[in-house]
């Protein structure tokens, strides 16, 4: 019936069965990630609350999920167009396969060349824009080009600075995860709630940044490194491993373990340390990535349709996860 036909008391009645309902089915939407009800009907009796409350101020209370922090519970998120394409890696899983890939470089150069070595962490894609220094949109990567606008999601995770350090208009790329330790955690805490657990850390991270509700991300100690600088403004910025350290500056968290390799026997060399302290990192990677040091030489090299052509993944072995989780249930 109309709003104007509700008497203050019907109206406060009614708000309280409708947040009742709205709590019931926002807790089953999050925490199972199959909701009950269809978006439009959630939609429905949101408005309708709301309706309610601003034709009856004094039966808002402080607890309505209307007053909720960081806006209200969203329906969907809007798709966003990446104007520069978040490309995936080529992968090769044997040494001569990265052998191959430094011949084919060196071919196309003429020369020898530097690579910066980093780490391959386990975790999503992210685009962060930046303007004036100011982040103004986050997304994920979807199919490189259509991704989904997750800015609010985001904002909750504290090595995500609001403000960088100098008042730059920049695109920066890296990846979000969930730590070792959190993931382990959460998992437990499913259980203890009879909820499904993940199956790993990706797979958390991802479920976590596709919430509905700020909230839920914000309590889900999700991480980030970043290691692309995707458009230029007037940085100063010839290598790879200058990126990355220009990107720390700005107030980016950014991996420390990247390091120049001038010959692949320098790569075999990072490659043997971070194979043996995989089990330790608090992260979980997936195996490394070699990328072309001088961004003039990347340029020059270019992109497939999916692949930088100057860079290269090597993939470690799959982890074996009951190592990982019985390790860390031992140090909890
Ligand atoms: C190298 C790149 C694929 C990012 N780069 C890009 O997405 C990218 C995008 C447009 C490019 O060039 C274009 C510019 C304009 C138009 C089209 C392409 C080049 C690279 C990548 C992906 C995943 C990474 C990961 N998990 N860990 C680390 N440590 N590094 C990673 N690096």
Redesign the pocket.
Known sequence: KPVTAYSEQEASEAAIALRQTLNQWSEDYYTKDNPEVEDHVYDAAYRDLQELETAFPSIVTPDSITQRVGGAVLSGFTKVRHE??????GDVFSRDELTEFDQRIQKNVGHPVAYNV????DGL?ISLVYENGKLVQGSTRGDGTIGEDITQNLQTISSIPQTLTKPVSIEV?G?CYMPKQAFANLNHQQEERGEAVFANPRNAAAGSLRQLDTRVTKARKLDT?I??I?TFDDLQVKTQHEAIETLEELGFMT?PTQRVCHNLEEVWQYIDDYQAQRDDLPYGIDGI?L?VNDLKLQSQLG?TVK??RW?IAYKFPPEEAQTVVRKIEWTV
């Open positions: 520069i394409p978040m490309l995936s890696m980093e780490l391959k962490i894609a790329r990846e490194f290691y692309t995707s991996n990535v990328k992109h692949v930088p860079e």
